[in-house]
């Protein structure tokens, strides 16, 4: 390298140098966030670490498991009738629905099958503990994005369906009702009438929802467009429900899979959105909200008579073999994968819950959005956090 | 209101003063706890088909009391870290700017505080101090939502001074004069097209400036939709997030007492202020009845702000800069130069 | 479960997926199973566990990741049955009770268990591989299906099974100093050894006496 011995040059140098190091003192580095685990916009306690730059997410990385219950584990010491007590505390917002899917396993090993009066009751209370679940999306929805009314129309009208299923089943939260060959009871008398008054309760709510917020300009700013999920990606992450549908996917188990339950012979649509955006996923549950209400009246006037029970011991001992049951939950697709040995007790209980699934695509999805956006994403792919720790 | 006092009786400055001072707390608190009653707990309430307090007096309207002795009560935390001076001095510096705000606001054709020709610049300048305690508040307190809490707002009150001025330049271009009393004044002697029936509230003539200054106040008031700084689902309440007991019930009277001020500014510029069609504006009758007309207009414009508060998503911070920019601000320069054309034209 | 009792009835898109899989990995295919109309299950080779998966993902349309996991076939030498109100002490030197496996057969204590599904055609397949040792590794399905990092690291937490290529093989419940990996059968329930769980028979008649109908399926208070 030769010497430069012109002063202006060297000056030049110099200057040079020092606008680098001033570039090098002033470069900025980013800043780490602690989204939870007690925030507002985790419904729970999961807690999203995210590294910022300005509003820009760089990175973002869930951590869970402070509600981690070790059901898998648990399951393994407790008979089969006990373990659906367990399960329900799964999806805590839409707990008949946890049961079902297990209580089905169970049968497909036994080779039991639940009476067609269980089987229409039975798919009655999972389509209105979807309700129940959904319907708290819909207003939570608002008030993640800052929208405080709806979740009080939401809380109004989501306890009348908690209602219908206490009346059912004494629980408001927790029903524990699913038993392996059919339901504990039969409806109560003018029951069928009570929730007709509700299910219009519930589209009214529906109606509100679309002219509150569906059509504001600025929910739609906040959600078209945010946190795209092709309908590749989404399988491959395992992303099942209304998010999936909401990319395009006309994947419903409802419709395409389903033993046990009678949706096959209601009619019903499956509501698909080809954007793949929050405001999709939005927009997909509005709709099953209302499909579901058509489904129960439907339900509540084609139960069949009978019994509710089909005859099992009075002991369960599950004979050895493998069952794996999914059914479409208000979250998404929960299956449950039972390995029996004959015991009075499952050998193992494998469960996969839809959040957990649905919220693995977080990492990928958050990267280059804003802090708002992540909370409006996250509300979007609506997780339960039970759902995701077990 | 000094005026009035000094007819009746001789007072010594500094009782005047003093005066003064109570009144000005008064007519600050009075119309923060009218607000927060009216609105934030009842009507609120029942737009969301709720009740609301209904225990504390009847209809729970001592509830502000209750709350206020609450707050009372309750440790005053400074985090560990915390800037201690700084954090502890940002609710008065926000509450400072309400209570100036307060002074250029009349209240009856003598009833008002001071009386300066330059009254409602003086009113828009003042109004930005609040920004400052913001940004101290959230610098202070040494956590990352309330600093990012504290550069949103920073961002937002400095991007919607600018349409909130430019839409008062419209008024004051109308009403030829800067003096907050002067615009009462050409309101309340106006004509529409030669009929002085009702004077000629601005909100006739300056529709669009009332709608821009609603929409600015909105943002000046950090409240939904326009609310990212204290976003609670994602920065936990932003620059409040590590305030208690006392130091917060302060924010509270200030984002309270600042919308009820607001809400007075609106009034004076473009609904007429103390001023009620059918009575002669000079009339003594005004510094008795002023202030109840103006409290009462004060409702009626804090009704559309909070309306709005309660329905409303929240918007992202590009958009929100967006909307000022791209929107607000041409919309007033039009505004401003129509005026213009039309006070020459005629 | 062997349900091949009578003449089975044939299930021709399961038996297509089993096909597939058995011309795409030949050897690494080792025993499948098909319920027809309901269940297809597969067994495959450790090594062949990565190339399973992008068969099923390229050759059969099965884009949905399902979920994955492991079971662990080893009896557990807790006493873990209807009467056992407390964990046994399980003795050092008893010999552990003989393993059994469940549908597509086994060979080894750790069996990797995963669900994958073809949304458009609605179906849905198994898969298993055994893993041999006590501490069992396999290549990570990252690759394959995105969706499998939480999984594996839920799989390495609680069964101790390595997954090699994950970019992130952390804890994902337990916190990161957590020693041993709850999900295998060895692991005493702790809860259990404390205290015992009362909950595990009926400690007193249902109400209307004991009669056995049949349609009481008997649970505890």
Sequence with gaps: MTAVDDPRQLAYIAGQASDARVNLEIETEGMTLNIGPQHPATHGTLRIVVKLDGERVMRAEPIMGYMHRGYEKLVEVRTYPQVTSLINRIDWLGSFANEVPFILAAEQIMGVEAPPRAQWIRTLLFELSRIANVVLFLGDMGVQLGAVTPVFFAFRDREFVLNQIEAVTGGRFHPNFDRIGGLKDDIPKGWTEETKGVLGRIRKFCDEMEDLVTGNEIFQARTRGIGVIPADVGLSYGLSGANIRASGVDW????????????????????????????????????????????VEQLLDGIPPGPVMAKVPRIIKVPPGEAYVETENPLGVMGYYVVSKGDLVPYRVKIRSASFNNISI???????TY???VVSILASLYFILGDIDR | MSDLLTLAVELAWWQQTGIRAVLGLVAVLLPAGTLVYLFLFKMMSFMQSRLGPMEAGPHGSLQLLAEVGKFLQKEDIIPEKADRIVFKAAPFVVLISTFLLVLVIPAGPDAWFIDVDTGIFLALAVSSISVIGILMAG????????????????????????????????????????????????????????????????????FLGFAIFLIAVQAELTQPPF???????ELVTGYLTEYSGLRFLLFFIGEFATAGIFAALAATLFLGGWYVPGIDPTSDLFNVIGPAVLLGKVILVSFLIFWFRFTYPRFREDQLQQLAWKVLIPLSLANIVVTGVLKVVF | MDSATEAPPVDERRDAVVAALAEALGD????????????????????????????????????????????????????????????????????????????????TRFQLLARVHDPIGHLGVTLKADLVGERPEVDSWIGVYPGANWHEREAWEMF???????????HLYLPSHFEGNPLRKDYPLLARRVKPWPGIVDVELMPGGDGDDGGDEGEGP
């Design chain 3, 160 to 170: 101790g099974i390595t997954f090699r290529g994950h970019p992130n093989q952390v």
């Design chain 1, 252 to 295: 419903d188990l409802r419709r395409d899979g389903g033993i046990g339950l009678v949706h096959d012979q209601l009619d019903w649509k499956v509501w698909t959105h080809p954007d793949g955006d929050s405001f999709a996923r939005y927009w997909v549950r509005l709709q099953e909200v209302r499909e579901a209400c058509n489904m």
């Design chain 1, 371 to 373: 802090v708002p956006d």
């Design chain 3, 28 to 107: 690494g295919l080792v025993e499948s199973h098909v319920e027809a109309g309901v269940e297809v299950c597969v067994r495959v080779s450790a090594d062949a566990w990565v190339d399973a998966g992008r068969a099923l993902r390229d050759r059969c349309a099965m884009s949905y990741f399902g979920f994955l996991s492991a079971i662990d076939w080893m009896p557990s030498p807790y006493g873990r049955d209807m009467d056992a109100q407390v964990d046994l002490e399980p003795s050092v030197d008893a010999e552990p009770a003989a393993m059994e496996w469940g549908l597509a057969g086994g060979a």
């Design chain 2, 227 to 233: 609310d990212m700084p204290v976003a609670e689902s």
């Design chain 1, 362 to 368: 977080t990492p990928w999805l958050l990267e280059g």
């Design chain 2, 139 to 206: 610098w202070a307190s040494s956590s990352k939502y309330s600093l990012l809490g504290a550069l949103r707002a920073a961002g937002q009150l400095v991007a919607y001074e600018l349409p909130l001025l430019l839409a008062v330049v419209g008024v004051v271009i109308q009403a030829g004069t800067l003096n907050v009393q002067g615009i009462v004044m050409a309101q309340a002697t106006g004509e529409i097209f030669g009929w002085g029936g009702i004077g000629n509230p601005f909100i006739l003539t300056q």
